[in-house]
């Protein structure tokens, strides 16, 4: 329930003022709320170049860093957030299992999750092309 809408449209509207003309998107995973987008342009690009991949991008354990701390993929920290949620929804542990055994299962499931939702994005994108294609 919004309290005060009419501050929420003022904040609503400074916001997409900030953003500018233009797709207002992640240029890398679509994400589209203007809640959590940054203005981004050269002139900003240039200016932080030196700390992009640490402010606008989280390494994601594939696997778990307890399970193997060295396999990390960059991803955007929306999308860092929502598939550490997923794997705990899915029931991927993250902690640290001191039987190998386990610890095995349980990389293979995160890479399993890992690799479903990438199997779901090449899907999207082999639709967008097949839409603009026609």
């Known amino acids: 329930m919004d309290r005060d809408p009419v501050k929420t449209a003022i904040r609503t509207l400074e916001r997409q003022k900030r953003l500018g003309e233009g797709p207002k998107v992640c240029f890398r995973c679509g994400y589209a709320d ?54 705990l929804q899915a029931g991927i542990s993250m902690q640290f299992e001191p039987d190998e055994s386990t610890r095995e299962i349980l990389r293979l499931e995160a890479l399993a999750f890992l690799h479903e939702d990438t199997a779901q994005a090449l899907r999207r994108w082999a639709a967008e092309k097949r839409d603009t294609s026609r």
Do not use: M, Q
């Open 34 to 87: 203007p809640v959590s987008l940054l203005a981004v342009n050269a002139k900003w690009l240039r200016a932080y170049k030196h700390v992009l991949p640490h402010s606008l991008f989280e390494g994601d354990h594939c696997v778990g860093k307890n399970h193997d701390p060295h396999f990390l993929h960059l991803i955007c920290r929306n999308c860092h957030a929502e598939v550490t949620e997923l794997r």
